[in-house]
């Protein structure tokens, strides 16, 4: 089945610096969606992103939609300690044959940020 | 708006025993769905109700049953619980299942012991 290849797997850093975390797969998908999980909580969608090429910001966030249409990154800029928690990246693939649409996450980036 | 709830938040069992794990929506979102996730495993999908009346199997459905007993509930059941099934599990929804936006309720966490 599709899967999808988040790194880094976690980040430490210091409050102002910028990240970038990416999530790439060898399947291609029609949607591509960033969600944050703050601890004990569950996940919150931060943006959406539908067409290929597309670039889409989010406040400090920003997320861009591969023109393959097989990756897609985040990027957070000037980090602030509320950013700390779990970032996942999920594909939405097209069903062949009429089938379901299916929704397959990463594995998440866990990000610290030091005050 | 509520969104998606969960109940209970936490919960510990022994191994063999039962319990089920109860979610709800208020968004009148056709699509529900239970996911667990582990430390370095991300959110793995045990089991999905495209629409009620209907539930089909996700990546990970053994050791578990899932009801989905009206348009707003959709409740997940582990018949004998096991060390393994220590997890949080999260429940969410969707309008449809072709819909992009997936809402998460707040997680329940439980302890095989």
């Known amino acids: 089945g599709q899967q999808l290849n988040q790194s880094p797997q976690s980040m430490f850093i210091q409050e102002g610096e910028d990240v970038s975390m990416n999530c790439t797969s060898s399947?291609?998908?029609?949607?591509w969606l960033w969600y944050k999980q703050d601890p004990g909580e569950g996940p919150v969608l931060l943006i959406a992103?539908?067409?290929?090429?597309e670039l889409t910001s989010n406040g400090r966030l920003t997320a861009q939609f591969g023109i393959t249409r097989k990756d897609s990154f985040l990027n957070i800029s000037a980090s602030i300690p509320s950013d700390v928690g779990i970032y996942f990246c999920a594909g939405l693939h097209k069903g062949s044959q009429g089938g379901s649409e299916k929704l397959v996450f990463g594995k998440g980036t866990k990000l610290t940020v030091n005050p | 708006n509520a969104g998606v709830t969960q109940t209970p938040k936490f919960q510990v069992l022994k191994t063999g025993q039962s319990m089920t794990l109860q979610c709800a929506q208020d968004?009148?979102?056709?699509?529900m769905y239970w996911y667990r996730q582990d430390p370095g495993m991300g959110l793995r999908l045990i089991y999905y109700?495209?629409?009620?009346?209907?539930?089909d199997k996700g990546e990970v459905p053994n050791g578990y049953n899932v009801s989905r007993l009206n348009k707003r509930e959709f409740s997940l059941r582990l018949e004998s619980a096991a060390p393994s099934q220590t997890s949080v599990y999260f429940c969410?929804?969707?309008?449809?299942?072709?819909?992009?936006?997936?809402?998460f309720g707040a997680g329940s966490r439980l302890t095989v012991l």
């Open positions: 109700s495209a629409s009620e009346g209907t539930t």
């Open positions: 969410a929804s969707r309008l449809q299942d072709g819909a992009n936006v997936l809402t």
């Open positions: 968004m009148n979102h056709n699509s």
């Open positions: 992103l539908y067409k290929a090429g």
């Open positions: 399947s291609i998908f029609n949607t």
